[in-house]
């Protein structure tokens, strides 16, 4: 069940560089450890915008989330600048996450660089529900930015398939070699990715047809909730293309909702 959405102030409790340019911060936040896997965050950073994080752990016993963010620009420059015991100004949860994903289907996690970490929440939060075999496939520029490797191999039996952009781990390519292998073995499979859109269009367009297909988008938001159609992007409508918030109808949408052309 999502938690309520609301507002407060969270202790960040621990702070961890995972990798050049991302940090994670883990945050005490019962409230927000109610959240489901894919719904994200909306942080105050000074200036007038908040920033739209997702949540890389929930773990309703300890209470504890985390967000998982890469530096790009001043909030999240502000946002790595925060010392531990320091609060920080969250709404949420907001937007729709992932659906629980089916039992006896197997089950592949498909992440690209800063995308990985709400599959990781997705994972930890629906491991012990999927009997079928899961999979995890992870894609990153260099081996640097294949965040969150270890936390993975912890949770599955099988090796996790790693490519990246110059081969220095993994395979060389992009994620979209080893999910069409897996998707070969696995026609009646379920698929939950995130990552950059251009990974996420090929994925869509790669699983054509398949049906349990379910992609989180990152697009750039304003007010986080419904209200500015600052974040939209083109669905399929019963009478033609029509437009999807991305804050409010997702970040999580089923591939088959959405225009990929
Ligand atoms: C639902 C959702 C979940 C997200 N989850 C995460 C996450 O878990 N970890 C993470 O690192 N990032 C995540 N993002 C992206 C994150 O919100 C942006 O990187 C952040 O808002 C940038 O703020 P800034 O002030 O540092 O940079 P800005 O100064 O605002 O921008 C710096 C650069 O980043 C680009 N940029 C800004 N926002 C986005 C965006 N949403 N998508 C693509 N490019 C952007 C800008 O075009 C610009 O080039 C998420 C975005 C959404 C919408
Ligand atoms: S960010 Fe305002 S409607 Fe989505």
Known sequence: MAGDVGVQDYPIVWKKNVAPDHVELILQAPMLARAVPGQFVHVRTPGTLRRPISFSRIDPESGQVGLLFQVVGEGTAWLSQRSENSLLNIIGPLGRGFPPPKAERPWCLVGGGVGIPPLYAALYAWRHRVTAPISVILGARTADYVIMRQDFAKLVNQPIEVTTDDGSLGSKGTVLGPLARWRSRHPEGQVFACGPTPM???????L?????????????MGCGVGACLACVVLGEGENGPEWRRVCHDGPVFS???LIWR
């Open 208 to 220: 054509q047809g398949m049906g349990s297909v379910y992609l989180a988008l990152e697009q750039r």
């Open 255 to 257: 591939a088959e909702e």
């Open 200 to 206: 996420l269009a090929g994925v869509a367009n790669l």
